[in-house]
């Protein structure tokens, strides 16, 4: 199986995404924040550009349907949630819908479905065993898609990715590594003694902290903490392997 790495979206590909296998990467905090809601039982996920898309979903749906996201960092003014992953317990998404909007991760989770990636699945340090798992079961040419911030590269994503390799690597024997995924497999395994103070000591850390989600950092730091492994259609993401209707 070979696995490359698309370090932030701006970042030239080692191969092309249409065809591949995708795993979509955005620690802090989208896709940790989709895995914690995997695992509070939300119905499924739709990952949209703006606030304004998510808006027009929850009218056009209606029933059951939770907006969620930030800009900034912060909660868009009129969400039912932000991002912090510790807000979507069974509580407030389990059985429903959520619609949700972040700066960078549904934005790449478009982008990698638009660039058509199949099968696409998202990643956090939480679920990252299971999700090399599962490519490993699949055995397909893999591209990890790093949602960086802004465009840039974001160490708590390589890091993720690099969780992810490495227990491809610790796992089988055959596995075909390009540099890049060399390269994020090396600075997990640097730093995966105390992945909390990683989290904190990049610059995306550091933000968040400031602005007060320090604890997200320790959440999101939890190497194999989930066994959910999120499946994007294009439309919703879902559990993988599960088939649901769609409201409407």
């Known amino acids: 199986m070979q696995i490359s790495v698309v370090l932030a979206p701006e970042v030239p590909a080692e191969l092309a995404l249409e ?22 039982g939300v119905k499924g996920i739709y990952p949209v550009a703006d606030p ?14 939770v907006l969620g996201g930030e800009r900034g960092g912060l909660k868009i003014s009129g969400f ?16 429903r819908f959520l619609a949700m909007t972040t700066t960078n991760g549904t934005r790449a989770l478009l982008e990698a479905a638009q660039a058509g990636a199949d099968p696409i699945y998202i990643a956090a340090l939480r679920n990252a065993p299971a999700v ?5 079961r699949e055995q397909r040419p893999t591209v990890l898609y790093c949602a960086g911030t802004h465009g840039l590269v974001s160490l708590d994503d390589v890091l993720a990715a690099g969780a992810v390799i490495s227990a491809c690597v610790d796992t089988s024997g055959d596995v075909a590594l390009a540099d890049s995924a060399r390269l994020a497999m090396l ?32 959440f999101a730091a939890q190497v194999g903490a989930s066994t959910a492994i999120g499946q994007f259609d294009g439309v919703m993401v879902r559990l993988a392997g599960h088939v649901l209707r769609r409201p409407g």
């Open 19 to 40: 065809g591949h296998s995708c795993v979509v990467i955005d620690v802090l905090r989208a896709t940790t924040s989709m895995v914690a809601a995997l695992d509070a």
């Open 187 to 218: 600075a997990y395994r640097s730093e995966r003694r105390d992945l909390g103070e990683a989290l904190r000591a990049t610059q995306h850390g550091a933000k968040l902290v400031a602005l007060g989600f320090g604890t997200d950092l320790d």
């Open 52 to 65: 304004e898309d998510a808006w027009a979903l929850q009218q056009r749906l209606a029933e059951d349907m």
């Open 132 to 136: 090399a798992k599962r490519l490993l």
């Open 80 to 95: 039912d949630l932000g991002n912090s992953p510790r807000e979507y317990m069974s509580a407030t998404v389990g059985g």
